[in-house]
């Protein structure tokens, strides 16, 4: 079993729709977690991160944790042709080292 | 610019030769990663520095494999003996520490072209 894996993907979405993309992980004891979006050519930018059960919001993305199933999604609203990148999914498993999943290409049709 | 920086941007280099790399950290950040990224995957985690020390890396990190960090400031990673299985980006990120966020922000990359 990888340690986070995220939906397959590509994922297509016509503009000013929602985006939703999932992620699953393995460690039970995970402290926090991590989605980065990376543009083609690019490294990894972080957009958001949360540690608590429950939604957190930060401008049109809601990122939402359930460590009871081990489930952490991202929601994008009113997407654009700029959120046109590979979303990743990245899991705090100690105290230092991030893993992160394959991550989910997200292409948005103007 | 205050985020963390590579060098170079991209490297080119035969089979059996030796490369560097630099990593240049946010300045208040003490602690660096490396990680390997290949196409189509997530960065995978190579080593860690905490200040000078490195504290942890991955059984990824062959014996070709070196990082070095001296006084806690920029780190280097040395491939020697390039393999074309090496050919990949090579990403350094940085944290200012703490148990529970561990935030890590990613310089640009050095991509990696072994021929």
């Known amino acids: 079993q990888k340690e986070v894996e995220q939906n397959s993907g590509p994922l297509s979405v016509p503009e000013g729709a929602i985006a939703s993309l999932n992620c699953t992980y393995s460690d039970r004891g995970s402290q926090s977690f991590f989605w980065y979006r990376q543009y083609s050519g690019k490294s990894p930018e972080l957009i958001m991160f949360i540690y608590s059960n429950g939604d957190k919001e930060d401008g049109r993305f809601t990122a939402q944790l359930n460590k009871a199933s081990q489930y952490v999604s991202l929601l994008i609203r009113d997407s654009q042709p700029s959120d046109s990148a590979t979303y990743l999914c990245?899991?705090?498993?100690?105290?230092?080292?991030?893993?992160f999943g394959a991550g989910t290409t997200v292409t948005v049709r103007a | 610019d205050t985020g963390v920086s590579q060098n170079p941007r991209h490297k080119i280099t035969k089979r059996g030769q030796n490369v560097t790399f630099r990593c240049d950290p946010i300045?208040?950040?003490?602690?660096l990663y490396w990680y390997r990224q290949t196409l189509g995957q997530g960065p995978e985690f190579l080593t860690y520095f905490q200040n000078e020390a490195q504290l942890e890396k991955s059984r990824l990190l062959s014996d070709r494999f070196s990082a070095e960090r001296p006084k806690g400031s920029f780190s280097t990673l040395e491939i020697q003996r390039t393999e074309q299985g090496d050919s990949a980006m090579y990403l350094c990120?940085?944290?200012?520490?703490?148990?529970?966020?561990?935030?890590?922000?990613f310089g640009p990359g050095t991509r990696l072209t072994v021929l």
């Open positions: 990120a940085s944290s200012p520490g703490g148990l529970l966020f561990n935030e890590q922000f």
């Open positions: 990245a899991v705090n498993m100690n105290d230092y080292k991030l893993s």
């Open positions: 300045s208040e950040h003490n602690r």
